[in-house]
């Protein structure tokens, strides 16, 4: 036989043999096993079947085949997608101890190496997460003095909102800035000026990464990280931004430790630096530098780039429907006035803007998978058995787009949390937070930052987009890890 044909027949079988192999292993899933799914390639995994710019309709295309609880593989590895209110309910809230581990893959490694408040586990999670809840309370979170603080920062963005004398303008950074000086006088115990250079290009960098982990790059980096460690592209330019934002951090730290006063605690970097000096008898402390860098940095991009996100997708969604608009502007009228400024007991009187605030986050659906959860064991669940290790993805977008409780889920309509008599009305299924034990630990304060932006904007401001409303794009501009608008301008004309 010549060389070229033996070659070609070696090739032949050892495919033939890939191709068997995946088809056994994809019977092996069913009852008793791994939940059933789609049949992997070798080494490619379900490429084919993750329409990687829009992952979650790729999953929701799948979860009508195979059920509420399915298995997809990127590249090598499997996951475990949770498609659907109850499901997601029974693993994330009924049984939240054992769906609370936080799932690991191979770029969050890279970047944080299970280190801070988001992305650890085990211990380490448990005394980070409580001791960053009780600073957070501490500084204001849930209370007065926090929301006094939003009401004026709500004033110095009005004032650049007004500053724009009704031109075009793109709202990105000036949210960004608003929203970020909110969490920056809790960590960093300083207010940034909306033209600091210095605050400015941490913003951009922050931004920056926001958008890169929504695009294809990054899934493709999880799918296949080896290979796309060689290949250039903006997947690259995150580990860079990260360690841009390390050092940034790490300045202030080092800020922090020259000026550090025991008895007057300034903010979250002042508290852990007496607790790492607490601790230093201790063999084992979670209090270490390297924890505090990454929990500054969760705490910064949770209270961040979210809340600005939300509320620019926001503004451009009123802009596509000025009769919602003006039914807001009308019930800030009444309840609010012009004289004084929008406070969070006003909000129980406003049932028609906490509506419209519930159903732009619902739309959106910022976050659609979650952050990935994981069992720390061979867990059955229903009637599968998953396995140890397994990364788990909760669909959160299945929950807010559930048609049963959202009638028409892919139109924008606040009246999915109003009853017929116009008061708010609650639903389970409303978790962009999330759920359970993970849920953010952010939810209150985004959830009064939200409010008090948008009706201060919306008390002042009436939006004016630069085209035909009936020609404004409200869908995403791409749809992975976060959702990202699509960019605008837009001007705002004083009421």
Known sequence: ??????????????????????????????????????????????????????????????????????????????????????????????????????????????????????????????????FALTTLRNFGMGKKSIEERIQEEAQYLREKFQDTKGKPFDPTFLLSCATSNIICSIVFGAHFDYDDERFLALLNTFNDNFKIFSSPWVQMANLFPSLMDLIPGPHQRIIKNNEKLKEFVSKAVKEHKETLDLSATRDFIDCFLIRMEQEKKNGVSEFTP????ASVLDLFAAGTETTSTTIRYGLLILQKYPEIEEKVHEEIDRVVGRARVPCIADRGQMPYTDAVIHEIQRFISLVPLSAPHSVAKDTPFRQYVIPKGTVIFPALNSALYNSKEFPNPTEFDPQHFLNKDGTFRKSDHFMPFSAGKRICAGEGLARMELFLFLASILQHFKLKPLKDPKEIDISPLMSGTVTFPRPYQLCVLPR
């Not at 309910?89 to 190496?113: H, V």
């Open 290 to 293: 390297e924890n505090l860098v």
């Open 1 to 130: 036989m010549e060389p070229l044909g033996t070659v070609t027949l070696f090739l032949g079988v050892c495919l033939s043999c890939l191709l068997l192999l995946a088809t056994v292993r994809s019977r092996m899933q069913g009852k008793g096993r791994r939940p059933p799914g789609p049949t992997p390639l070798p080494l490619l995994g379900n490429i084919l079947q993750l329409k990687t710019s829009f992952l979650s309709k790729a999953l929701e295309q799948l979860s009508e085949k195979y059920g509420p609880v399915f298995t997809v593989h990127f590249g090598q590895l499997p996951v475990v997608v949770l498609h659907g209110y109850d499901v997601m309910k029974e693993a994330l809230i009924d049984r939240a101890d054992e769906f609370a581990p936080r799932g690991r893959l191979p770029l969050s490694d890279k970047l944080n190496k299970g280190e801070g408040i988001i992305a650890s586990n085990g211990e380490r999670w448990k005394v980070l997460r409580r």
